[in-house]
């Protein structure tokens, strides 16, 4: 079991940069995968980006590659989207995901948080 907790969201311009970081608590943090995903208002939600367990590999959302950036410091549990370059259809709540798998992570993951709001204005 692992409990998520996301915090870092909040009101930006269009072409601004924010991070958002999700913390994990419970059994050991580098044991999982990690990944982010949105859901926008009205929308199902979506895949961003995701992470191993040691950080050496990421796998990114055609639409935010290039312009997000995943990373993790298992010494502080903690798992980070550095999102830059914000554009409007960005706006959702952004949720930190955790699962056992590689390809779990991206689909079907087995831990998820209660999501943070971005929301970019133009």
């Known amino acids: 079991q692992v409990q998520l907790v996301e915090s870092g969201g909040r009101l930006v311009q269009a072409g601004g940069s924010l991070s958002v970081s999700c913390a994990a608590s419970g059994r050991t943090f580098s044991s999982y995968y990690m990944g982010w995903f949105r859901q926008a208002p009205g929308k199902e939600r979506e895949f961003v980006a995701c992470?191993?367990?040691?950080?050496?590999?990421?796998r990114y959302a055609d639409s935010v590659k290039g312009r997000f950036a995943i990373s993790r410091d298992n010494a502080k549990n903690t798992v980070y989207l550095q999102m830059n370059s914000l554009k409007p259809e960005d706006t959702a709540v952004y949720y930190c995901?955790?699962?056992?798998?590689?390809?779990?992570?991206?689909?079907?993951?087995?831990?998820w948080g209660q999501g943070t709001q971005v929301t970019v204005s133009s």
């Open positions: 992470i191993n367990k040691s950080g050496g590999s990421t």
């Open positions: 995901a955790a699962a056992t798998g590689w390809v779990a992570v991206s689909t079907t993951p087995n831990y």
